[in-house]
């Protein structure tokens, strides 16, 4: 199988142009009325593609069915074998983090890399090097692309949606493929949590489903960690500075000490990997009166997330306990359930996974199972009722100026589809 490497790297670069940046701070769903600029642009092509169920629903989710061409010969010889072809999804989100600007992305195609740093050009600051990003070298004499270095280039997660695209294009030219009911999803607000809020699965009407969020070539997903998001309050006493003495107990004063007792060399993003869970500050506001600070709780263990909870709640009181100045400080906490490790529900569902391993050997790429160290809409649908593991795009430092994809990784991750597609 052949698959059109220019057709795959102008795709992409066409959609990656196009603000589909998401919002967290937005009340509205999406969260901006950009991100349906792409959604509509894929429900044309998708048409155009002769898949005539493709549309926009109201909360900007793009829904479509390459109908399955199984003969009535087919069906009778399931019929026989007591066997049903499920229907499966592919899903991939249209929505760029607000980590970075997405807006004026100017992607360049770098034909041939020759392994050489990459300076971009519009901020000759920003360097590409295979010293920091040593998957670089496997590119090597192949297409690479990247931003021109003042925004992300948005491969996360557009080129999930080129990929899924181009396995629709290809299904509904080829139609000698032998498949049954393929769904397409396209989600928005992935990147701010909230790609499956609106959701009706009912309405999908699939049995299982991949997400194309995936890294290097080969990756296969099927673990995230477990989050939850967590609120500390903290209430001081206020008073005019100019008679506060001792009487004003500074809520800013007492979070900048909570901060300071965390431990400094764990339990952070900054000095954890592999399987280890930590506790992530992201966000701090307030005033002298009231503060709160936002924090990210992660864990492949679920059951550890209470434990992260109450080990954190345990070093603010003591912060407090201890300094006489904060004696009517009041603190309060709240966490909120964001998502879940799916391999609590993939285990339990085998068959998704060796359909997808026989796929990817049929594309000559070598699986490389790894948990992620984060959550894609998969990790929500699984529990949702709709199992969902992660293929590989390719995509590399997402969420950064120095984003950059190789397009031999999509054309393999669209081969891998097509697989699964007749294998399934």
């Not at 099927?222 to 206020?238: C, K, N, P, Q, R």
């Not at 059951?303 to 400080?329: C, M, T, W, Y």
């Amino acid at each position: 199988m052949e698959l059109p490497t220019l057709s795959i790297a102008e795709r992409f670069m066409r959609y990656v142009q196009i603000d589909t940046q998401s919002d967290p701070n937005s009340n509205t769903f999406p969260s901006t009325e950009k991100q349906k600029n792409l959604l509509s642009l894929l429900v044309s092509e998708l048409l155009s593609f002769g898949i005539e169920d493709a549309h926009l629903d109201a909360y900007g989710y793009v829904i479509a069915t390459i109908p399955s061409n199984l003969t009535s010969e087919h069906l009778a010889t399931l019929k026989l074998k007591g066997e049903q072809v499920p229907v499966i999804c592919f899903c991939a989100h249209v929505d760029t983090a607000p980590d970075c600007s997405g807006t004026h992305v100017k992607p360049i195609l770098h034909q041939n890399y020759n392994g050489n740093d990459i300076v971009l050009p519009d901020d000759p600051n920003q360097v590409i090097t295979t010293a920091d990003y040593p998957y670089l070298k496997t590119c090597i004499g192949s297409d690479i692309i990247t931003a021109s270095g003042k925004t992300l280039l948005g491969a996360d997660d557009k080129a999930g949606v080129t990929i899924i695209m181009e396995m629709a294009k290809y299904l509904m030219e080829h139609t000698s493929i032998v498949h049954g009911p393929v769904k397409i999803l396209f989600t928005p607000d992935e990147e701010v949590g909230r790609g499956t809020d609106h959701l009706d699965l009912k309405k999908l009407g699939a049995d299982y489903g991949y997400t194309l969020d995936g890294g290097e070539l080969g990756s296969f997903e099927m673990e995230t960690f477990s989050a939850d998001y967590l609120v500390l309050h903290i209430d001081g006493v206020i008073a005019h500075p100019g008679a506060a003495k001792g009487v004003m107990q500074n809520a800013i004063k007492v979070a900048g000490e909570i901060l300071a007792a965390l431990p400094k060399k764990e339990w952070s993003p900054e000095y954890t990997e592999d399987r280890a869970g930590f506790i992530h500050p992201n966000h701090l506001q307030g005033g002298a009166e009231k503060a709160i600070i936002e924090f990210l709780i992660r864990d492949f263990d679920t059951q550890k997330l209470k434990e992260h909870a109450q080990r954190l709640l345990q070093i603010a009181e003591e912060v407090v306990g201890a300094n006489p100045d904060f004696s009517k400080v009041k603190l309060t906490m709240e966490v909120t359930e964001q998502y879940r490790n799916m391999r609590e529900i993939i285990d339990q569902h085998p068959e998704i996974v060796s359909r997808a391993l026989k796929a990817y050997e049929r594309a000559g790429v070598r699986p490389i199972i790894s948990p992620i160290r984060g959550g894609t809409d998969g990790s929500r649908m699984s529990f949702m009722g709709l199992p969902t593991p992660n293929i590989f795009t390719g995509m590399q430092a997402i969420h950064s100026k120095h984003e950059w994809i190789g397009v031999r990784d999509m054309v393999k991750a669209a081969e891998v589809l097509v697989n699964l597609v007749e294998i399934i």
